[in-house]
């Protein structure tokens, strides 16, 4: 079974603190993604990596950057938290190519108070 | 400017009753579908897929259907569960520059009641 694993499932931090978000997935898949799930907007896509160290922005990127320096890991980094980045985060991961299903992680749902 | 705090579409059932959840997307030039299943506090979960070049497929109570000239896509779940209460999404792939992105909808609440 693909195992996509995400750090921690509640995180709490400060306003102005630097968060790391990881996410480990166990199916040597080439694609991973980060969303954020808001309440009545959906998934939206923050940053997805097709390969190691190479990233692509998606639709709400500023606020955020992401790391992938091995092919199992792709890290999402919160450079200043600010309340308006309290929400659930989700990580995917998918194999190279087209038509292929998206396997998400738990989550991780963060406070930033 | 954008609204927020925007509820859910919801869909309330009776337990034994067939389901019907509908999905329009945007892209004409996607080939490829995805419903997914979100149960509170879990990450979305692989229902069934179904490519372009196929009107319907059926899997364990359920079935997809694709209607390309419309644009619409469905899930029905036959004899509907409690367990089937979550958020059901629907995903579009397209073809972007850097490789094949998922874009999902945003969801409708499925309420199964005894």
Known sequence: DVKVTQSSRYLVKRTGEKVFLECVQDMDHENMFWYRQDPGLGLRLIYFSYDVKMKEKGDIPEGYSVSREKKERFSLILESASTNQTSMYLCASRAGGARYEQYFGPGTRLTVT | ?114
């Open chain 2, 1 to 114: 400017g954008e609204s927020v705090g925007l509820h859910l579409p919801t869909l309330s059932v009776q337990e034994g009753d067939n389901s019907i959840i509908n999905c329009a997307y945007s892209n004409s030039a996607s080939d490829y579908f995805i419903w997914y299943k979100q149960e509170s506090g879990k990450g979305p979960q692989f229902i069934i897929d179904i490519r372009s070049n196929m009107d319907k497929r059926q899997g364990q109570r359920v079935t997809v259907l694709l209607n390309k000239t419309v644009k619409h896509l469905s899930l029905q779940i036959a004899a509907t569960q409690p367990g089937d209460s979550a958020v059901y999404f629907c995903a579009e792939e397209t073809n972007s520059n850097s490789g094949y992105a998922l874009n999902f909808g945003k969801g409708t609440s499925l309420l199964v009641t005894p």
